[in-house]
């Protein structure tokens, strides 16, 4: 009796107030996947894209039937037989190779509103190349040869509200270009926001921060500041004011970003928050060639873009960290991942790991937002990447800070391990309280369309903590997320019980495609801090 008292009374504690000791954890899914996790993105059906880089020498994973790659300008092989990308299958825990043509390192992607994703440049005879790739059990890559105008290398890919892709700078490119083209003769269009933000010799704008605006308009983060942009008639509409500090948080630099939740109310999101955290300050990469590892960032930056005039709010982490990973949670928080706590992004530049991922929770009152969580054992440095999954677990892979696959006596090996990260509110202890959506024949919406969802809760239920959300898959690597966005949609107080532990509730889909661009998303109910596993809807 008084252990089930305990009990009741710890699930209460859990649900009601954030556990102050973390009870998240970590399995290893994988002991080695052939190659090293540098790029990857969650596909609708549950199997996540991976791939490295071509000209890393001989991966760990044969190529399948026998095949090779011929490719005279490849630097470290001409033929190679090994792969460089995979397709991993999260439902059965299994991957399979895939063969990519040309050289994708660095490069940068989105899908597209029909789950196909769309992968553009790269390095070397990869870099104007777009590739496409539809998952089905036996499909490959299919390239593009000259689908970009411009070489782009580390440049930042954005879903559009109309459905094609934007694609912003790459080194040496103060530019950006759309895929897929209106015509064969668009060409690129110049953003000289990238040429001020550019340091001579230390860049510091690489694969700069893009979100879209609920207004339709793009954020743009380079370096250590912002402007609103206005893509469609390249007018740059609000210059932000620099962040506090002035250190640079881009690139080699590499802090990350989100777009906090985004909160539909009565048709519109009327608070737009960015919040930046971590990076390397000013000199970090060059000190790093000198063999001197400057200490990371321990600070974020929080602005409200939808204010008129809008100010950096900082913030300290409870751990510095650069080329850490920030992540959406399906309960709004944000999850700051891998990376180190000195040195710079580069090879051989970082120092430190950080093994603690850290939750940041927005709504808190400010001091009272971090919470350090479980450690990995294993350091995710230079080209590691995360990325949510339905189930509500975070997939981690990659580290790889060296120019080949390096697996002894170096600082940090190159990493070819799966693991997943299970935010606390996997926690056994917690699954009375979590929904369970039960199945429902329709999974396409139009903007603002009635979306009717029953699930299930075997314990106690309060209705007033139940909300629905929905999380765009993004396309990790090197720190950022491109596309990533979550929204609390409207209607999360209409459940009612309509059964046994059976409850319905009645949310609105997005009004329009600025607030979400039509996509597969993952749709979470929410008690509480507690999400169901994520079903995949379509839309728009
Ligand atoms: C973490 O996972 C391990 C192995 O699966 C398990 O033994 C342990 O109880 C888990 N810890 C928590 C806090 O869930
Ligand atoms: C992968 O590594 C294992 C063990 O380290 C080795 O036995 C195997 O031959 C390697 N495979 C390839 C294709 O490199
Ligand atoms: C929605 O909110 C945005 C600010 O985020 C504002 O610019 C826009 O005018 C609003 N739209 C409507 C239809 O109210
Ligand atoms: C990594 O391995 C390559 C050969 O595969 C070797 O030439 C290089 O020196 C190694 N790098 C380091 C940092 O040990
Ligand atoms: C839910 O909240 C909205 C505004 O946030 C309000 O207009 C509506 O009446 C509420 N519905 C219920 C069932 O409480």
Not at 6 to 14: A, M, R, V
Not at 148 to 164: E, I
Request: proline residues 7%.
């Amino acid at each position: 009796m008084a252990s089930a008292l305990i009990t009741i009374l710890l699930i209460l504690i859990l649900i009601n107030i954030h556990p102050t000791i973390s009870s998240s954890n970590w399995t290893l899914l994988q002991s080695n996947i052939g190659i090293t996790a540098m790029h990857m993105q969650l596909l609708p059906n549950d199997r996540v894209l991976i791939y490295d880089r071509t000209d890393f020498g001989a991966s760990n994973l044969s190529l399948a039937h026998g095949k090779c790659r011929e490719d005279k300008y490849d630097y470290v092989l001409k033929r190679d037989c090994t792969a460089h990308s995979i397709e991993y299958d999260l439902l059965s825990d299994t991957f399979r190779p895939l063969m990519v043509q040309t050289d994708v390192w660095c490069s940068s992607a989105s899908l597209l509103p029909d789950g196909t994703i769309v992968q553009t440049g790269g390095f070397n005879d990869g870099d104007h190349v777009v590739r496409v790739y539809k998952s089905c059990d036996d499909c490959d890559w299919q390239e593009i040869k000259s689908g970009l105008t411009n070489r782009r290398w580390y440049a930042t890919n954005h879903l559009l509200p109309g459905g094609r892709q934007i694609i912003i700078g790459g080194r040496r490119q103060y530019n950006y270009e759309f895929y897929p083209k209106i015509s064969p003769t668009e060409k690129a269009y110049s953003l000289p926001f990238l040429v001020q933000t550019n340091d001579p010799n230390l860049e510091n704008n690489l694969y700069p921060f893009v979100f879209l605006n609920p207004d339709g308009n793009l954020f743009i983060f380079a370096n250590n500041r912002a402007i609103l942009f206005d893509y469609s008639r390249n007018q740059v509409l609000k210059k932000y004011p620099q962040v506090p500090g002035g250190h640079p948080r881009n690139y080699p630099s590499t802090g990350s970003a989100v777009l906090l939740p985004l909160r539909i109310v009565q048709g519109n999101v009327s608070v737009v928050e960015v919040l930046v955290c971590g990076g390397a300050p000013k000199g970090a990469f060059i000190n790093a060639q000198n063999g001197k590892f400057d200490g990371a960032l321990k600070t974020c930056a929080r602005i409200r873009i939808s204010d008129p005039n809008p100010k950096w709010v900082m913030e300290t982490m409870p751990l510095a960290r650069v080329m850490g990973d920030m992540l959406l949670l399906p309960n709004g928080d944000v999850l700051i991942i891998n990376g180190g706590s000195a040195g710079s992004a580069g090879w051989e530049y970082g120092r430190n790991p950080v093994c603690n991922p850290v939750v940041y929770r927005p709504d808190s009152p400010l001091g009272h937002r971090f919470e350090i969580q479980t450690p990995s054992t294993i350091p995710r440095m230079y080209h590691s990447t995360a990325i949510l999954v339905r189930d509500g677990r975070v997939l981690v892979g990659g580290s790889n800070p060296h120019i080949y696959y390096n697996f002894t006596n170096v600082l940090y090996p190159t990493e070819l391990r799966l693991e997943a990260f299970l935010p606390s509110y996997l926690d056994p202890r917690l699954s009375s309280s979590r929904p369970k959506i039960l199945p429902s024949f329709r999974t396409q919406f139009g903007y603002g369309e009635r979306i009717n969802i029953q699930f299930m809760v075997s314990g106690h239920v309060n209705l007033e903590l139940v909300s629905v959300t929905l999380v765009a898959p993004s396309f990790n690597t090197h720190s950022f997320s491109m596309n990533q966005r979550l929204l609390i949609l409207e209607g999360g107080n209409t459940t009612t019980a309509i059964g046994k532990a059976k409850y319905e509730v009645t949310v609105k889909a997005p009004p329009s495609c600025f607030i979400a661009p039509a996509n597969y998303y993952l749709l979470f109910v929410v008690h509480g801090q507690i999400p169901s596993e994520g079903i995949w809807v379509q839309i728009g």
